[in-house]
């Protein structure tokens, strides 16, 4: 007979600090094992695939894949796809779609470009502008859908084609615009000091440690269920290897011209950082991101709990728009100029490759915001490492493909077992 004093899973936790016993480092360990064999499996796939893809390129380019040089081409050349894809995160978390986003990036790079040549504004005009044309944008789809009615895949599969004719308009056929504003230049092509890359690594982390060991003594001190000490001291040092690691190798020499040094963390860097932050707090510390989720798992339970379901889907949709402006911006600053292609071509499909190759489903409901960071670097390690290897464009498109589809399996799969075992 059993002697354990460990309530029932069902028994409400309660208030009084200390009264529920907390699991040990090994039991955190068993827990997530259980989770994972439950159908939650999280980034984990993802996570795994990014590792085997890394290694398996670094296996065949080993002179080449893992440079400085390289690493820093990852991130930049990644960056456009990663910032549409943290928006559309917010819209498959409600379960809906937007074709659009990779075109309002074109129509908000086209802004900028025009502010910034055609009407003489300084940079913080032009930037201000294309983020206005993202959130009206986005304002509109949102209404369309949460308010009218319309399906999401038409509305934003018409806006779709209606924005590619508005990037016609504005630069015209075979047209372009090239930029000279020093410092939308250098958003995607100059570096951070050295020194400014190891500060700001070592604030991160120490914010990261900070909010961490916070939110664990917090839990600890209200009798609430939280992880291990053990667990977190362990979460912490793996970001500060990984953080740390990354300027470090960044902060290496990687010019190939011994006339001109390139040292230093790229500048889109920290601002992909923060504006992944900035997300990440919206959809884990705030009752907006609560409502997200529930909207997600289910909209009319959500709707008689009294929570206004068309402002949240909106409010997405404006998001996941302004994002896209962001994205606009970061590509318009790689390519230095703006043509009718902006925003076009496989853009889009990377994008959203990328948020559910990470994790997000596709039925809403789950996700975060790492997970289209994580789906972001699949795609470019995709994407980078084939270039490497030599091939095609065609092979490309194949392998990120079929990636795509082994992560939308995963995620059947898991939605599934977690239907059999009772998580969801």
Same mark, same amino acid.
């Given at each position: ?95 809906? +779609? ?20 055609? !009407? *003489?504004?300084? !940079? ?5 502008? &294309? ?47 090239? +930029? ?14 050295? !020194?400014?890359? !190891? ?27 939280? &992880?291990?000490?053990?667990? +977190? ?137 790492? *997970? ?53």
């Amino acid at each position: 007979m059993s002697t354990s004093t460990r309530p029932p899973e069902s028994a409400a936790p309660s208030l009084l600090a200390g009264s529920v016993e907390q699991p040990t480092f090994g039991e955190a360990v068993s827990n997530y094992v259980r989770k994972v064999r439950g159908g939650d499996m999280g980034s984990l796939p993802a996570i795994l695939a990014l590792v085997v893809l890394a290694l398996a390129f670094y296996a065949l380019r080993p002179e080449k894949f893992f440079s400085a040089l390289n690493i820093a081409n990852l991130f930049q050349q990644g960056a456009t796809v990663t910032v549409i894809a943290m928006g559309l995160v917010f819209v498959l978390l409600i379960g809906e +779609i937007d074709l659009s986003a990779g075109v309002t990036s074109g129509v908000c790079g086209a802004t900028l470009a025009i502010a910034l040549t055609k !009407w *003489d504004w300084p !940079w913080y005009g032009a930037v201000a502008a &294309a983020l206005v044309v993202g959130v009206v944008i986005g304002t509109l789809l949102g209404t369309l859908v949460a308010r009218v009615g319309i399906p999401s895949f038409v509305t934003t599969l018409a806006a779709f084609l209606a924005f590619q004719g508005v990037v016609l308009l504005m630069i015209g056929t075979g047209g372009n615009i090239s +930029i000279t504003d020093n410092v939308i230049i250098a958003i995607e092509n100059k570096n951070l000091p050295p !020194w400014l890359g !190891w500060a700001l690594g070592a604030v991160a982390v120490l914010a990261y440690a900070g909010a961490s060991l916070y939110g664990w003594s917090q839990r600890r001190a209200r009798g609430l269920l939280s &992880a291990p000490l053990g667990v +977190i001291i362990a979460k912490i040092a793996a970001v500060a290897i990984a953080v740390l690691g990354l300027v470090a190798v960044l902060n290496q020499e990687r010019s190939v011209n011994p006339v001109r040094s390139i040292m230093g963390v790229p500048i889109v860097i920290p601002l992909i950082a923060v504006l992944a932050l900035i997300l990440g707090f919206i959809l884990t510390r705030t009752a907006f991101g609560r409502h997200i989720y529930a909207v997600g798992g289910n909209a009319e339970a959500t709707r008689r709990a009294g929570i206004n379901v068309p402002a949240v889907r909106t409010v997405c949709f404006m998001i996941c728009s302004t994002m896209a402006a962001f994205a606009g911006i970061i590509a318009v600053s790689r390519a230095t100029s703006v043509d009718p292609n902006a925003g076009g071509s496989n853009v889009l499909l990377y994008a959203v490759g990328a948020a559910v190759i990470g994790g997000t489903s596709l039925f809403g409901g789950k996700g975060r915001i790492i *997970d289209a960071l994580i789906g972001g670097a699949v795609i470019a390690v995709i994407d980078n490492g084939m270039g490497l290897l030599g091939y095609s464009s065609g092979v490309k498109y194949v392998v990120t493909g079929g990636v795509l589809v082994a992560a939308a399996a995963v995620d059947a799969i898991s939605r599934r077992r977690a239907r059999a075992t009772g998580r969801l």
